[in-house]
Nanobody, 125 residues
Framework: VQLQASGGGLVQAGDSLRVSCAASGRTFSNYDMGWFRQAPGKEREFVAAISWSGGSTYYADSVKGRFTISRDNGKNTVYLQMDSLKPEDTAVYYC???????????????????WGQGTQVTVSS
């Protein structure tokens, strides 16, 4: 599956932003989807995941209550709604797809076989 992330930009602290990830090439609804991010000089970190049906979601503690992951299988797209953004949310955001049967709470980056190119999110203070 090919993944194309979009929607990043420059916002101020406290603002909201929604990034999207469009999938093509294979049956999107067969995949659990995740968002990861990588800030300059830091390791890539998990942000959020959603099951293939959209029925289950899972978040990193750092974004819980501020970010919402969702998907539209009819549009082959997964979204990450980011509210109450903070300067420490600044990073390149990547979407990824997994066919693992572990369950989304147990997935690490290694279980995601397909990755998008990333979209830059910058939050100014």
């Amino acid at each position: 599956v090919q993944l194309q992330a979009s929607g990043g930009g420059l916002v101020q602290a406290g603002d909201s932003l929604r990034v999207s990830c469009a999938a093509s090439g294979r049956t999107f609804s067969n995949y659990d989807m995740g968002w990861f991010r990588q800030a300059p000089g830091k390791e890539r970190e998990f942000v959020a995941a959603i099951s293939w049906s959209g029925g289950s979601t899972y978040y990193a503690d750092s974004v819980k209550g501020r970010f919402t992951i969702s998907r539209d299988n009819g549009k082959n797209t997964v979204y990450l709604q980011m509210d109450s953004l903070k300067p420490e949310d600044t990073a390149v955001y990547y979407c990824a797809a997994s066919r693992s049967t572990l369950g989304i709470a147990k997935l690490t980056g290694l279980q995601y076989a397909y990755w998008g190119q990333g979209t830059q999110v910058t939050v100014s203070s």
